[in-house]
């Protein structure tokens, strides 16, 4: 049984056809889905989601893209109140993103450390969105402290050394689609030189289809995807890596068994 670390199943790519797509990841073994509300629109969307079906858990938070609409003290007294839920498991999806030019990078820093902050006073993991953006996420993690309650790097796409600063602060590294492609060198090794202790999969579905897939809309069955992929490189047997990074997401987030 594998989880899927992140999801955006609420996401309109699903409109139609909902309720088959999560069906399918319940048939391809599936066990646990977290699905991530991250700005306005979609912490509502998600948490019906975590509420409507018993496997889907939650994230909340504040994406760097959308930290110009964030009412900063108001929303957050938001997700602070939405952490009390049994269904959320974490503070996510947050960073920083230096790709998309929606926010500036003051703003984005501001958003960042308060939901940092909120996080270690709840004791609550948090799920780290990082593009382009690098150098600052490993210097804001350290100055806020992050590594009292660590958490995840999603979908990682950094080196070995900024993967190595993450784990000494308690983070596990999340991998997706991207570590499947042909071309992808660098995640790959990264992927195999990650403890197998600290190893999660994900899709981030609807986004980053994971080969033979790529140019489709992702789903939540393909972690089974990344999943193959991680047991060639570390050269494990698929039902082996389905253990271990379950294990691990129930660790990291709190999952029940």
């Known amino acids: 049984m594998l989880i899927d670390t992140h999801a955006h199943?609420?996401?309109?790519?699903?409109?139609n056809d909902?309720?088959?797509?999560?069906?399918?990841?319940?048939?391809?073994?599936?066990?646990?889905?977290?699905n991530i509300g991250f700005n306005r629109e979609t912490i509502p969307t998600t948490m019906a989601l975590a509420e409507q079906y018993p496997f889907i858990y939650a994230a909340v938070g504040w994406h760097p893209?959308?930290?110009?609409?964030?009412?900063?003290?108001?929303?957050?007294?938001?997700?602070?109140a939405l952490c009390a839920h049994p269904k959320v498991v974490a503070i996510g999806e947050i960073?920083?993103?230096?790709?998309w030019d929606t926010s500036p990078k003051e703003l984005q820093h501001t958003v960042f450390r308060e939901q940092i902050r909120l996080?270690?006073?709840?004791?609550?993991?948090?799920?780290?969105?990082?593009?382009d953006a690098h150098e600052d996420i490993v210097k804001l993690l350290r100055e806020e402290n992050a590594s009292e309650v660590g958490g995840i790097m999603h979908c990682y796409s950094g080196s070995w050394e900024m993967a190595k600063m993450c784990l000494d602060m308690n983070f596990y590294i999340s991998?997706?689609?991207?570590?499947?492609f042909k071309n992808a060198r660098v995640p790959k090794e990264v992927l195999d030189q990650v403890p197998l202790d600290r190893l999660l999969v994900e899709t981030d579905a609807p986004y980053l289809t994971p080969h033979p897939h790529r140019g489709q809309r992702n789903e939540s069955a393909y972690v089974r995807l990344v999943a193959e992929t991680a047991a060639e490189i570390k050269g494990l047997k698929l039902e082996?890596?389905?253990q271990i990074t379950s294990d691990n997401a129930r660790r990291c987030?709190?999952?029940?068994?």
Not at 65 to 80: Q, S
Not at 253 to 257: A, K
């Open 240 to 242: 082996e890596i389905a």
């Open 119 to 131: 996080a270690r006073r709840l004791n609550k993991p948090i799920v780290i969105h990082n593009r």
């Open 175 to 180: 991998f997706g689609g991207p570590v499947t």
């Open 18 to 34: 909902r309720e088959e797509v999560i069906a399918r990841a319940k048939a391809a073994g599936i066990d646990t889905i977290v």
């Open 65 to 80: 893209t959308d930290a110009i609409d964030m009412r900063l003290e108001e929303d957050l007294a938001w997700i602070e």
């Open 95 to 99: 960073g920083l993103d230096y790709y």
């Open 9 to 15: 199943l609420d996401s309109p790519k699903f409109d």
């Open 253 to 257: 987030l709190g999952l029940p068994r």
